[in-house]
């Protein structure tokens, strides 16, 4: 099975920078699009930003110019560069993949578990 893990999260100041990891592990034929989101307490899970396979990026106009999204398809694996970061980023962060665990299977969505980032004022 395929499985996704984040790692990264934690306290930050505002104004302040962390670096958000998810690692792909498992039987993977190819990774397409990969995403991160995040949900705040009482509010919906929103995309953040996406990569497809080719490396094209999109971004929430609420992260665009502070947040980077990226990916080593050597390694499997996508990261989330967050800087200037501000007390509403707060939210469990979610990593997101479309996978084909094998030629002869259908690519879908898998989630990794979330991991939390609070910025303080």
């Known amino acids: 099975q395929v499985q996704l893990v984040e790692s990264g999260g934690g306290l930050a100041q505002a104004g302040g920078s962390r670096r958000l990891s998810c690692a792909a592990s498992?039987?993977?034929?190819?990774?397409?699009?990969m995403g991160w989101y995040r949900q705040a307490p009482g509010k919906q899970r929103e995309l953040v930003a996406q990569i497809t396979g080719a490396g094209s990026t999109n971004y929430a106009d609420s992260v665009k110019g502070r947040f980077i999204i990226s990916r080593d398809n050597a390694k499997n694996t996508m990261y989330l560069q967050l800087n200037s970061l501000k007390p509403e980023d707060t939210a469990v962060y979610y990593c997101n993949g479309n996978i084909a665990s094998s030629r002869y299977l259908a690519s879908r969505d898998y989630w990794g578990q979330g991991t939390q980032v609070t910025v303080s004022s």
């Open positions: 498992g039987s993977i034929f190819r990774i397409n699009a």
